[in-house]
């Protein structure tokens, strides 16, 4: 079946410093790719659409310059945490969507963020 | 904009024992999708069933099933002779059935405790 590797699953850094977090579609090509944010015990919160070759789509109060997403191959999307803060903190998934006319998603096994 | 309500934020059953979980969501497109998505404390997101909204027929997948009435837009999961390993989040979620790429809308999902 479709895999999506995620990496890190776990991450420290300090604030001010950047974050990134890469989705690879292993064995599929994921012509779009969903970044969602789950703080603890509370659903999954949608930040941006990206599609490959194109600028990614952020929803209403997700901050464009503060979460960089990069699509630039059918098989790697990445999501830059740039300048963190302690409130950045919370767990990211990524979700593929492929080609050949799946309406499957397949999901990454999580980021878990934390700032200091 | 749809949205998606599972009104039981918790619940627990017996080993063996059957279960129910609710899901309601509005709409109004005529062709999506509906999925029960499991969240174990891996935090993996693993689909457990899905829907289509032209079928009439209810889906199934072993253990688990669903209870789909589109007019009163109700997705109910059930799950027979429960085991310890089902104990997870578990998040309803609906896509619209549109060409293109569109987000899963996910519900804020039920925490289910098999008890043995």
């Known amino acids: ?116 | 904009a749809q949205t998606v309500t599972q009104s039981q934020p918790e619940m627990s059953v017996q080993e063996a024992e059957t279960v129910t979980l609710s899901c309601t969501y509005d709409t109004s497109e005529s062709n999506y999708y509906l999925f029960w998505y499991k969240q174990p404390p891996s935090r993996q997101m693993i689909l457990v069933i899905r829907q289509e909204a032209y079928k009439q027929q209810n889906a199934t997948e072993n253990r688990f099933s669903v209870n789909f009435q589109k007019a009163a837009k109700s997705f109910s999961l059930k799950i027979s002779d429960s085991q310890l390993g089902d104990t997870a989040m578990y998040f309803c979620a609906f896509m619209k059935r549109i060409s293109g790429n569109t987000p899963l809308v996910f519900g804020k999902g039920t925490r289910l405790s098999v008890i043995a």
């Open chain 1, 1 to 116: 079946g479709a895999v999506v590797s995620q990496h890190p699953s776990r991450v420290i850094c300090k604030s001010g410093t950047s974050v990134k977090i890469e989705c690879r579609s292993l064995d599929f090509q994921a012509t779009t790719m969903f970044w969602y944010r789950q703080f603890p015990k509370q659903s999954l919160m949608l930040m941006a659409t990206s599609n490959e070759g194109s600028k990614a789509t952020y929803e209403q109060g997700v901050e464009k310059d503060k979460f960089l997403i990069n699509h630039a191959s059918l098989t790697l999307s990445t999501l830059t945490v740039t300048s963190a803060h302690p409130e950045d903190s919370s767990f990211y998934i990524c979700s593929a969507k492929g080609t050949g006319g799946s309406y499957g998603y397949t999901f990454g096994s999580g980021t878990r963020l934390t700032v200091v």
